[in-house]
């Protein structure tokens, strides 16, 4: 058993100190995401008794086959990209395409990236995709969008999308809120769309928007995202977990590279999310989920051997006893624990997120 603190990331769209209470620091900007796991683009330092960094990473003791899981706490200030996650045979197969020499570098890694978002303070997101009629009834307030309404109609997905893209100006994006009000959205929609457009008043990926559905968790509640489902959290404060993948292709919203064809190729308009009305203490294991998860709020619960699992305190105290070791977490830090490791027991007063990977 070892113990973790996060690698933060100061993605521009990121809360200003929005993690400090668990990163344990504040920089004065944007702090977006804390990364626990092996993943290359940040992986966790390992901590001692007194919480101090021992100059090694989890990645020097494990590799992704022993965690293949990736946690973060995530703190958005405002809309992140409109994305999708590739499925295994579409990572695997594009990170060996951009193996060749002047290939674009789409991908991270030769991994399938499915996630689960479960809020620590009420978090909006757009996953998944809104119901046609709506869609439709948005588009006709907006000019000029007739051919992607015929593309709808015609239930051609990649059309319409590349229509969206083809009209999304500065006047039609500024039209979003009065469009998606005029449609008879409700108040909290029309609020979401309106705050895409406020941030990215030039960006035509603010357009797609429109076709994905609006859903605001509540502290507790969580939203399964599948590989290939296509999403943009708009903000709050959550804990995610993954497996252990950062492949993200992006459709706009973004000041980063955009790839239109590969993010239309990686979706699968026949998945949707999973939107669980959990509270605190429920056990969350969606359907063929590879990983369950517990926000375990006090008493205790044993740990069984066989999987990987990591125990990570959002706020309160915890205590991981096992055979091998005794160990008491500060927020922010994280016990690991790898499939041949002895089942632990926590203890806890608080918070703590139960991770298990359900693969053996």
């Known amino acids: 058993m070892l113990v973790v603190r996060g690698a933060i990331k100061d993605y521009d769209w990121g809360i200003t100190d929005g993690l400090a209470q668990w990163a344990g620091e504040h920089t004065g900007g944007p702090q977006a995401e804390l990364w626990f796991g092996v993943h290359p683009g940040g992986p966790s330092p390992l901590v001692d008794a007194d919480g101090d960094e021992t100059g090694?990473?989890?990645?020097?003791?494990?590799?992704?086959?022993?965690?293949?899981?990736?946690?973060?706490?995530?703190?958005?200030?405002r809309p992140l990209s409109v994305q999708v996650h590739p499925q295994l045979a579409v990572a695997a197969a594009g990170w060996q395409a951009q193996q060749v020499p002047g290939a674009p570098r789409v991908l991270s890694d030769p991994f399938e990236k499915t996630e689960m978002l479960i809020?620590?303070?009420?978090?909006?997101?757009?996953?998944?995709?809104r119901?046609?009629?709506?869609?439709?009834?948005?588009?006709?307030?907006?000019?000029?969008?007739?051919?992607a309404i015929a593309r709808l109609e015609a239930d051609d997905l990649a059309g319409a999308i590349s229509a969206l893209l083809a009209i999304g100006t500065n006047e039609r994006i500024s039209a979003l809120e009065a469009a998606t009000r005029a449609a008879g959205l409700p108040a909290a929609e029309v609020a979401?769309?309106?705050?895409?457009?406020?941030?990215?008043?030039?960006?035509?990926?603010?357009?797609?928007?429109?076709?994905?559905?609006?859903?605001i968790l509540a502290a507790g509640e969580a939203v399964y995202v599948p590989a290939?489902?296509?999403?943009?959290?708009?903000?709050?404060?959550?804990?995610?977990?993954?497996?252990?993948?950062?492949?993200?292709?992006?459709?706009?919203?973004?000041?980063?590279?955009?790839?239109?064809?590969?993010a239309v190729a990686a979706l699968c308009p026949d998945l949707d999310p999973q939107v669980v009305r959990s509270v605190y203490g429920d056990i969350l294991w969606p359907v063929n989920s590879p990983f369950v998860v517990r926000m375990l709020t006090e008493g205790s619960e044993r740990i069984p051997m066989g999987a990987y699992r990591i125990l990570l305190l959002i706020e309160g105290t915890a205590r991981v006893v096992s055979d091998a070791a005794e160990i008491t977490l500060r927020p922010g830090t994280a016990a690991v624990?790898?499939?041949?490791?002895?089942?632990?027991?926590?203890?806890?007063?608080?918070?703590?997120?139960?991770?298990q990977s359900t693969e053996r």
Do not use: C
């Open 228 to 262: 290939g489902v296509p999403h943009s959290y708009i903000r709050g404060i959550g804990l995610e977990v993954m497996t252990s993948s950062d492949n993200v292709i992006r459709l706009g919203l973004t000041s980063k590279p955009v790839f239109v064809d590969r």
């Open 56 to 77: 090694e990473v989890l990645a020097d003791k494990f590799d992704i086959a022993a965690i293949p899981l990736l946690v973060k706490i995530l703190a958005a200030a």
């Open 131 to 147: 119901d046609r009629v709506q869609v439709v009834a948005v588009l006709k307030e907006l000019t000029g969008a007739q051919e």
């Open 337 to 355: 624990m790898a499939a041949d490791d002895p089942e632990a027991r926590v203890e806890a007063d608080g918070l703590v997120a139960i991770v």
């Open 192 to 215: 979401a769309y309106s705050t895409v457009a406020e941030n990215y008043p030039n960006d035509p990926g603010a357009l797609v928007i429109v076709l994905l559905d609006y859903l």
């Open 119 to 129: 809020a620590l303070k009420p978090f909006e997101a757009f996953a998944g995709w």
